[in-house]
């Protein structure tokens, strides 16, 4: 009887060790791998919104990229860069819904050369960060600049607020809606308080000065990695 209380009490442990993959003093797993490159063989594309929608297929699996506005062509090997991915996202831009669509910053060995960004039609490029910018504060009550939004951002919360800044980019047609950022100036690079995203459903062009007005957000989490310390949104712009 003991024997076999031995043998029960052993083979529990032992299950218990498989179900749950470690126990105490067994050696910690390794860290996840790192996300491969997306690669295969161009089945279609299309183009909406600044953005490459390149179907891809390799080894019988298919998946969906979209990607800075690009030449592409059918047969094509292509490798994109990790990124987001996102499912049941609709492109108003196509009029289609992709039921698991992959965002990459672009083309593995290829991004700035063949990669091209649009917004409004024109072509999209990040303002150079060795430009000085300097943009007037705007008017009224409702008025701060970009730092100061970080800095009274417990006392802005969930309350309308008015920005002027530069565009400095542009991502459009993500999640229903385009997410814009402004700099004027102000705030500290090195601590990312001298940028502010602004989502809406218009579409500035970078190099823009515009005048944003909508609701402050603290600690805003979307999901999908998109999470910000302030952003202003469902803003209406004005040059």
């Known amino acids: 009887m003991k024997r076999f209380s031995l043998f029960f009490s052993v ?3 032992m299950l218990v060790v498989a179900v749950n993959g470690s126990y105490a003093g067994a050696p910690k797993s390794a860290e996840p791998p790192q996300p491969s490159p997306l690669s295969g063989k161009v089945m279609e594309s299309m183009n909406g919104g600044g953005y490459t929608y390149v179907h891809i297929e390799k080894g019988g699996k298919e998946i969906w990229v979209a990607a800075p506005e690009m030449k592409v ?3 094509q090997e292509m490798s994109f860069q990790p990124g987001m991915t996102m499912n049941n996202f609709t492109s108003k831009m196509l009029n289609r819904t992709f039921e698991t669509i992959v965002f990459s910053s672009g083309v593995i060995g290829q991004q700035g050369k063949e990669a091209i960004n649009k917004s409004a039609g024109q072509k999209q490029a990040e303002v150079s960060t060795n430009k000085t910018i300097k943009v007037k504060k705007a008017s009224g009550p409702d008025a701060y600049t970009v730092a100061e939004l970080y800095e009274k951002r417990n006392d802005l919360d969930k309350k309308e607020v008015v920005v002027r800044g530069l565009v400095v980019k542009v991502s459009a047609e ?7 950022h402004l700099q004027d100036g102000s705030g500290d690079p090195s601590k990312g308080t001298n940028d502010i995203v602004v989502t809406s459903q218009e579409l500035p062009a970078v190099g823009d000065t515009v005048t944003a007005r909508g609701a402050l957000s603290k600690d805003k989490d979307f999901g999908y990695g998109y999470n910000y310390p302030v952003i202003v949104e469902q803003a209406s712009i004005k040059k």
């Open 73 to 75: 062509a059918v047969g």
């Open 174 to 180: 993500i999640m229903g809606k385009n997410w814009i």
């Open 11 to 13: 083979f529990t442990f």
